[in-house]
């Protein structure tokens, strides 16, 4: 018989050879645990920067980050003894509690996803120490936009979740699932300014996910760079001004500094107060904001399309001069049989025409421009002449876009000869067909921004300046700002301005003069075949040194000397000195007394 | 004069091993409960090392004591010893407190105290004082039963109490008895039906049909001619097909749901990854991240962080993993080894059965502990809790084994002595 002794010992020196081969196994050859073991401890997280502030003109801050603290879940690793008192620490039913877990489990067992939204302070600080005894939920801080003011919602723009297909075109790769991105306004244009650049951290953690050291002393670390200030051109008291007189309407107001332009004020109407779509807000309060039959998420500034009506009669005055087809001086008698009219027939010259706003000698002056006589069928002539025509129209910056540093702009429209040929059929129409033009009504399309611009070239006697919402980017000058001289003689400038002067002294304007301000302007009555017409109006003071551009369009308020006029007067007069001394004229904006006596609230609500 | 004989009789080969156990063993606890935001030092009473520290200077004034007792008094007593204990036992069934699931502990004073890990070393003390009359033969019917009845007693006491791996360590008594001439056949079915009992768990219970199926008709092939032989094949297929059968009763009728979970966690870790399956998981993941050399005294992430459950008690071979990697670990391996094999010496070169019982008493009771106890850290037995000797955190645990080995170490330096009496 083998000695026993010897089996036992032969079993010692076995097992722990087992043991040794296992232990070889397990820390030598298999990298697995190696891996598994930084995951267990290693927590990747993504450190997300500052967003930019931003700040008026006068550097009074607009935009800055609040923290908001999001409570996470795990839903795979969550685990809630006592459900009643966690929803009691969080404030929330028990059927709530169900259904939240049953939302995030739906997106993801084992990923990490939104419980609660947003805790108020006083719950996070209630629950943060508590929150040890749940295991898979956590507190993520984040940071939400929060503004000083309740308006310019339409320049500021907003932020919100980015969308999948905006990840899905995304070709830097820099966004997540999850990110928040500027949707609208300054916050989509100037994006990647505002929000900096993400870091990412690697914790040692524990088991319950406390945070226990930094990863390799840091090595990995990338550290988050905040967002850059944003200052805006906009004047905040100008800006709040014209929204407290657009109150009510639907329009829009454009108030440019000419020799720069800067934008003193954008006001589009009605608008809403920013912080609806800030955060949490806005699941809740966007759908009735896009749905709304007011549209106040239309900004309608740079996305509104009026014909210029009578404003463009400014642009035909200087095109008929530069063309040589009429002096400034030339008298030319109207008969009223050309096209409808409120001047009376009579003799008429640049001045005078502009100031009373006289359609047939428009007409006849266009007519002379588009029918040249270079070719014998006057269809062909037509074409030639309105090509040209045409040309000089967009120099204005009619039917193309500005190149303003916001979003979503939009062209307008100054029809194409193509567009007539679909129409009418290539050389099938002449200048007959398109007479309506010369008065700015018919296909012709601008937006309020457009006509803003029209009067600073205007003020400025010849001068286009990009229109532009941002001053600098922390220190830095905004650089795309192009400054163009038109192809005109400059003197041309001065017969149309001395015609708007008259405007307002006395002519359809006459409502906005006020003998200090030295506004020149020219109104217009766009006809509206849905309704009552709106009333608008362009111009800037004070007439020989303009500190003050402004198109104003009141939608459904008649005539342009009445609501339009007066917007854009008391808006250069605030500019202007500060202060508004008319307080008739502000009583008669804000009353709305410019309505017809037939027009109720209903009717310009419902267009 | 009797002291200077004493201290040139022990064998301190032994004494220093156990010394080398003890005090790798405190370091580890403080590896692995240490914080790196608190920074506590080794000697702090509110850590589980400076509370170690205490439990060792205890064990040392044990020994002491032990050496200072007459060496007579383990054999005399040795009936009174186990019978003190088996009460205790008894008492405690009626009215422990409960700590993690099991009703084991009583109140000692200010710390509590396991009598469970106590009575091993009473039962040890027991069954050598039955077999240390030469004429009782293992192979005597009567004999053999009344041994496993000693065995027994406090086995099934200690199960009873919910603490079922403590329950099974007295079943390594069958080490003494296997040396002491119990029937060789009875230890090779035992083992036998285990491994079954293993399969069964690993394979398909269809498969092992199929293959005991082929094996019995192959066996059934072969034997033909002698139907001796016959009879033995067909009665070994029913024996393990019952085994397999009872094996699927035991673990869904008789076991408790965690102690199933533990068992069904050995076979598949992902059934239950958060359960008991992620213990294992988490502890195999700590060891296995220590690689070659590991990651450096207190510099383990695993086990500190509590990725891995009982860090310092049940689990403490894995601390040892993760900082010291595979040389650390192999070394642990060695110096138990080098333990274990000079305990079998020592107990062979008794001259009383009393004390070569009790040594090999001593042996089965190490040997058990220190290999389900690894085992169990990686992956190869279903985790009980039961700690690794001398190593892991716990007064009454250290206390008990530091008087099992030293009770013997006091023994053997007797051992010419009790020559003299027979």
């Avoid at chain 1, 107060?273 to 966007?286: H, R, W």
């Avoid at chain 2, 992902?270 to 590991?294: H, Y």
């Avoid at chain 2, 080995?405 to 053997?412: I, M, Q, R, T, Y």
């Amino acid at each position: 018989m083998i000695d026993r002794s010897l089996i036992l010992r032969a079993i010692i020196v076995v097992i722990a050879l087992i043991f040794a081969i296992r232990l070889f196994h397990i820390q030598i050859i298999d990298k697995d645990y190696k891996i598994a073991a930084e995951n267990n401890v290693v927590q990747k997280t993504i450190e997300y920067p500052y967003r930019g502030l931003v700040f008026d003109n006068s550097d009074s801050l607009i935009i800055y980050n609040s923290p908001v603290y999001d409570l996470m879940v795990v839903p795979k690793e969550a685990e809630v003894k006592d459900t009643t008192s966690f929803c009691k620490m969080l404030g929330i039913t028990e059927e709530g509690f169900k259904k939240k877990f049953e939302k995030a489990k739906n997106y993801s067992s084992i990923l990490a996803s939104i419980f609660q939204e947003q805790l108020s302070d006083t719950v996070f600080a209630k629950i943060q120490d508590q929150l040890i005894n749940y295991s898979g939920f956590y507190v993520l801080p984040r940071t939400i936009r929060s503004y000083h003011i309740a308006s310019m919602a339409n320049i500021l723009g907003y932020i919100g979740e980015v969308s999948r297909s905006h990840l899905d075109k995304d070709t830097t790769n820099y966004y997540r699932q999850g990110d928040y991105i500027g949707i609208g306004g300054i916050e989509k244009e100037y994006e990647s300014n505002l929000r900096g650049r993400r870091g990412i951290s690697y914790k040692v953690v524990n088991v319950q996910g406390v945070i226990k050291d930094r990863y390799r002393d840091g090595a990995y670390d990338t550290i988050p760079i905040p967002g850059e200030n944003i200052h805006l051109t906009i004047d905040l008291q100008l800006q709040q001004y014209a929204e407290k007189l657009m109150k009510g309407k639907v329009g829009s107001v454009v108030a440019l500094e000419p020799k720069t332009g800067r934008v003193l004020a954008l006001v589009s109407a009605p608008s809403y107060d920013p912080q609806l779509l800030s955060g949490k807000n806005l699941s809740k309060f966007f759908p009735d904001l896009e749905t709304n039959k007011d549209k106040p998420l239309f900004n309608r500034p740079l996305q509104a399309r009026y014909p210029p009506g009578s404003m463009f009669k400014t642009i035909q005055g200087i095109i008929a001069m530069h063309e040589g087809v009429v002096q400034p001086d030339e008298i030319i008698k109207t008969d009223g049989s050309n096209i409808g009219d409120l001047a009376p027939p009579g003799k008429y010259w640049m001045e005078k025409a502009i100031q009373k706003s006289s359609n047939n000698y428009f007409y006849l002056i266009m007519r002379r421009v588009v029918e040249k006589g270079v070719r014998e069928s006057q269809f062909l002539d037509a074409r030639i002449g309105y090509e040209k025509w045409r040309n000089y129209v967009m120099e204005f910056g009619l039917g193309r876009k500005l190149e303003i540093d916001l979003p979503n702009e939009i062209n307008g429209n100054v029809p194409s000869i193509e567009w007539y040929d679909g129409v009418y059929g290539v050389e099938r129409w002449k200048y007959s067909n398109i007479a309506s033009l010369s008065i700015g009504q018919g296909e012709l399309l601008v937006t309020p921004l457009q006509m803003a611009n029209l009067a600073a070239i205007l003020a400025n006697r010849g001068y286009f300046i990009t229109p532009h919402v941002v001053e600098r980017i922390e220190n830095w000058p905004n650089q795309n700002i192009k400054k163009e001289r038109l192809p005109f003689n400059p003197s041309l400038y001065q017969t149309v301005v001395t015609g708007m002067e008259m405007v307002v002294k006395a002519g359809s304007g006459r409502r906005g003069y006020m003998d200090s301000l030295r506004l020149a302007g020219k109104t217009s009555t766009v006809q509206n075949p849905h309704g009552e017409d709106h009333s608008g109006f362009m111009g800037f003071a004070p007439l020989d040194n303009p500190k003050i551009a402004v198109a104003a369009y009141v939608e459904n308020a008649g005539q342009g000397g009445r609501a339009a006029v007066s917007v854009a007067s008391l808006i250069a007069e605030k500019f202007v000195f500060g202060e508004v001394s008319r307080q008739w004229l502000e009583d008669y904006v804000l009353e709305e007394k410019y309505l017809p006596k037939d027009a109720s609230r209903l009717t310009i609500t419902e267009n | 004069m009797r002291q200077d004989l004493l201290s040139r009789k022990i064998d301190w080969v032994t004494v220093l091993l156990f010394g080398l156990l003890v005090i790798a063993g405190w370091l580890n606890i403080y590896a692995a409960e240490y914080d790196p935001d608190l920074e506590k030092e080794i000697f702090d009473l509110s850590v589980s090392a400076g509370k170690q520290f205490v439990w060792i200077c205890a064990s040392v004034f044990i020994i002491l004591v032990l050496f200072f007792l007459d060496r007579n008094l383990f054999n005399s007593f040795a009936y009174v010893i186990y019978g003190v204990f088996i009460g205790f036992l008894l008492l405690i069934l009626i009215g422990g407190k409960e700590v993690a699931g099991s009703r084991s502990w009583i109140g000692f004073g200010g710390f509590g105290g396991q009598p469970s890990e106590f009575a091993k070393f009473a039962t040890v003390l027991a069954l050598a004082k039955y077999l240390e009359n030469p004429n009782r033969n293992l192979k005597d019917i009567k004999t053999l039963a009344i041994s496993f009845f000693i065995i027994l007693i406090p086995m099934t006491l200690t199960i009873l109490q919910g603490d079922t791996g403590t329950g099974l360590v007295f079943g390594a008594l069958i080490v003494p008895m296997f040396r002491e001439g119990m029937h060789s056949n009875l230890l090779a079915i035992v083992g036998s039906i285990v491994l079954v009992f293993l399969l069964t768990l690993l394979v398909n219970q269809t498969v092992l049909f199929v293959v005991i199926a082929i094996g019995v008709l192959l066996g059934i092939g072969l034997t033909a001619k002698n139907p001796k032989k016959l009879i033995y094949v067909v009665g070994v297929g029913i024996v393990v097909t019952f085994v397999v059968k009872s094996v699927d009763f035991i673990l869904t009728d008789v076991l408790k749901p965690h102690q199933q979970k533990r068992v069904l966690s050995l076979v598949n870790p992902n059934i239950d990854p958060l359960g008991v399956g992620w213990n294992v998981t988490q502890s195999k993941i700590a060891i296995g991240s220590g690689g070659f050399t590991g990651k450096g005294f207190l510099e383990g992430t695993q086990t500190k962080f509590d990725f891995v459950p009982e860090q310092s008690t049940d689990f403490i071979f894995c601390t040892i993993g993760e900082e010291h990697g595979w040389i650390g670990s192999i070394s642990l391996l060695i110096v138990f080894s080098t333990l274990l094999l000079r305990v079998v010496y020592l107990a062979e070169r008794q001259k009383s059965r009393f004390a070569r019982v009790f040594g090999y008493g001593v042996l089965g009771i190490l040997f058990f502990h220190f290999s389900v106890n690894i085992a169990m850290t990686i992956g190869l037995f279903p985790v009980i809790g039961i700690p690794l000797p001398f190593f892991s955190y716990g007064g009454s645990s250290l206390w008990a084994f530091t008087i099992l080995l030293f009770s013997f170490v006091k023994l053997d330096a007797h051992r010419m002595q009790t020559l003299q009496r027979f």
